[in-house]
Nanobody, 125 residues
Framework: QVQLVESGGGLAQAGSSLRLSCEAS????????IGWFRQAPGKGREAVSC????????YYADSLKGRFTISKDSAKNTVYLQMNSLKPEDTAVYFC??????????????????WGQGTQVTVST
């Protein structure tokens, strides 16, 4: 049984940083695709970033490149999302998701079978 637990969300000021964690159990992050998605109030789900394969290929939404960094700790079976220079428009519930290892861009939500409960990120001005 796959379980994904997000943590690290909270209230942050614009310009500050947060690091989200997605601890996975029931599947190895090294041989899976792990994605971060977010959903702001009144908006649809948006792909943020993903990491796939044992070599850790990473992908980012174009609008977030340079501010967000995804990484993994294989020993902890955990994937992180480092978010820098936060903006109020980053306010959303952030979800991590897991799916099969995928050779190409893994930002498609259809690739993912399992989802965490989400962690709230609120960025104030």
């Amino acid at each position: 049984q796959v379980q994904l637990v997000e943590s690290g969300g909270g209230l942050a000021q614009a310009g500050s940083s947060l690091r989200l964690s997605c601890e996975a159990s029931g599947l190895p992050v090294d041989y899976s695709s792990i994605g971060w998605f977010r959903q702001a109030p009144g908006k649809g789900r948006e792909a943020v970033s993903c990491i796939t394969s044992s070599v850790g290929r990473t992908y980012y939404a174009d609008s977030l490149k340079g501010r967000f960094t995804i990484s993994k700790d294989s020993a902890k079976n955990t994937v992180y999302l480092q978010m820098n220079s936060l903006k109020p428009e980053d306010t959303a519930v952030y979800f991590c998701a897991a799916g099969e290892e995928y050779r190409y861009n893994c930002l498609l939500s259809e690739l993912y079978d399992d989802w965490g409960q989400g962690t709230q990120v609120t960025v104030s001005t």
